[in-house]
């Protein structure tokens, strides 16, 4: 039998759903048998639409969203670890099997800031984000607008991401950690702190 635990969320998972789409009808297309934590946010703006195609598992603070048009396409068996946010104003397609860390961000566009006097004022510039099947993307990622990663990649964690990643990649994006030392000084009958980075 299903521990309580279980039953539980099921239960609030599907009461979630139902309000959802009594919320936003026809703009949010999904089987009512999910595995949404009660804390994902789901928000459909104008005429855009979230389209989720299958099982899914969503963990705490998830955001799902999209707006000025855009459309999230979600396939089955994908997994949201805490704190992600995927925010579609163009498209978004995540396909079977993809698993995503902790705070990971997706965004398939841009503040056009160029183009007004006021930032709050700004158009966004959207290019299509996919993310293939089986893809592994660690914690706090961020994968920008234009992007394509094909199939059985892996992300590292902290890369940021744009353009094309072939199938079968792993990506690690390499940062020099440097180490220093503080060390006390005596002066002038006081003691100051002095720093050196070592080589």
């Not at 009660?38 to 963990?59: A, P, Q, W």
């Not at 949201?80 to 099997?97: D, Q, R, V």
């Not at 995503?100 to 004022?121: A, K, S, Y």
């Amino acid at each position: 039998m299903p521990s309580m635990y279980k039953l539980v969320r099921g239960f609030q998972s599907l009461l979630h759903i139902i309000l959802l789409k009594i919320k936003f009808g026809n703009k949010f297309t999904v089987s009512l048998k999910q595995d949404i934590s009660r804390s994902t946010c789901i928000e459909v703006r104008e005429n855009s639409k979230i389209i989720i195609d299958g099982l899914i598992h969503t963990k705490k603070n998830v955001e799902l969203k999209s707006f000025n048009g855009g459309v999230l396409k979600i396939a089955p068996r994908c997994t949201f670890n805490n704190n992600c946010m995927i925010a579609s104003g163009k498209s978004i397609t995540i396909e079977t099997g993809t698993i995503f860390g902790p705070n990971v961000v997706v965004v398939d566009h841009d503040h056009d800031f160029r183009t007004v006097n006021n930032i709050l004022e700004a158009k966004y510039i959207c290019k299509d984000i996919y993310i293939g099947k089986n893809v592994w993307i660690g914690a706090n990622v961020v994968i920008l607008k234009g992007t394509t990663i094909g199939d059985n990649s892996v992300i590292g964690a902290g890369c940021i991401i744009s353009g094309n990643i072939e199938e079968n990649s792993v990506i690690i994006q390499k940062k020099e950690l440097k180490i220093g030392k503080i060390k006390k000084e005596k002066q002038n009958d006081s003691i100051i702190n002095s720093y050196s980075v070592l080589e």
